[in-house]
T-cell receptor, first 115, second 115 residues
Framework: ETGVTQTPRHLVMGMTNKKSLKCEQH?????MYWYKQSAKKPLELMFV???????ENNSVPSRFSPECPNSSHLFLHLHTLQPEDSALYLC??????????????FGEGSRLTVL | AQKITQTQPGMFVQEKEAVTLDCTYD???????LFWYKQPSSGEMIFLIY??????QNATEGRYSLNFQKARKSANLVISASQLGDSAMYFC????????????FGAGTQVVVTP
């Protein structure tokens, strides 16, 4: 069993659809992240959750709605997306203390295509 | 502003040779962490190596070593004895003390190992 699991691995949706990406970590970490990876661009941090509390929203459009019900699960709810939102969405987790953060452990990503 | 710079978009290296991937960073923090990740075509980001800003020794992990030059703000990754399985994108990343967990990534370097 991999440490960070993302489902679905591939998703095709129309601009009017509503879908969700799911991420689950089995590492006992206390922080979870969503990153967006578009072609020819650096990874973009979207959201950070620390102990289920959102600590970072990197100016992400409201058509992306995160949810973190507990320290092991993270969702990204998608609605009325645009074609430019097509990308690889990577979930990650890490162990954070007051003084530092460990490395990120990533899932395999969810490849999203918006038609 | 981009805080992580990887100037090599792509590199070819012959099997069994060593390769150096460049990374420079920009920060005013005294405490920060530098990370290297590998991303094969499958999409998963794999953690390779970590260097803390206060670490006096260069980090090493198996065939990976990090050439840390603090004054020059560079953290180059050296892969020794390249293998065909090393073909992948390689990303340099940084996490700063004033925003632990908010990792910033470079644009990546595509490495192709040839027989």
């Amino acid at each position: 069993e991999t440490g960070v699991t993302q489902t679905p691995r591939h998703l095709v949706m129309g601009m009017t659809n509503k879908k969700s990406l799911k991420c689950e970590q089995h590492l006992g970490h206390n922080a979870m992240y969503w990153y967006k990876q578009s072609a020819k661009k650096p990874l973009e941090l979207m959201f950070v959750y620390n102990f289920k509390e959102q600590t970072e929203n990197n100016s992400v459009p409201s058509r992306f709605s995160p949810e973190c019900p507990n320290s092991s699960h993270l969702f990204l709810h998608l609605h009325t997306l645009q074609p430019e939102d097509s990308a690889l969405y990577l979930c990650a987790s890490s162990h954070r203390t007051s003084g530092e953060t460990g490395e990120l452990f990533f899932g395999e990503g969810s490849r999203l295509t918006v038609l | 502003a981009q805080k992580i710079t990887q100037t090599q978009p792509g590199m070819f290296v012959q099997e069994k040779e060593a390769v150096t991937l460049d990374c420079t960073y920009d920060t005013s923090d005294q405490s920060y962490g530098l990370f290297w990740y590998k991303q094969p075509s499958s999409g998963e980001m794999i953690f390779l190596i970590y260097q803390g800003s206060y670490d006096e020794q260069n980090a090493t992990e198996g065939r990976y070593s990090l050439n840390f030059q603090k004054a020059r703000k560079s953290a180059n990754l050296v892969i020794s004895a390249s293998q065909l399985g090393d073909s992948a994108m390689y990303f340099c990343a940084m996490s700063e003390a004033d925003s632990w967990g908010k990792f910033q990534f470079g644009a990546g370097t595509q490495v192709v190992v040839t027989p």
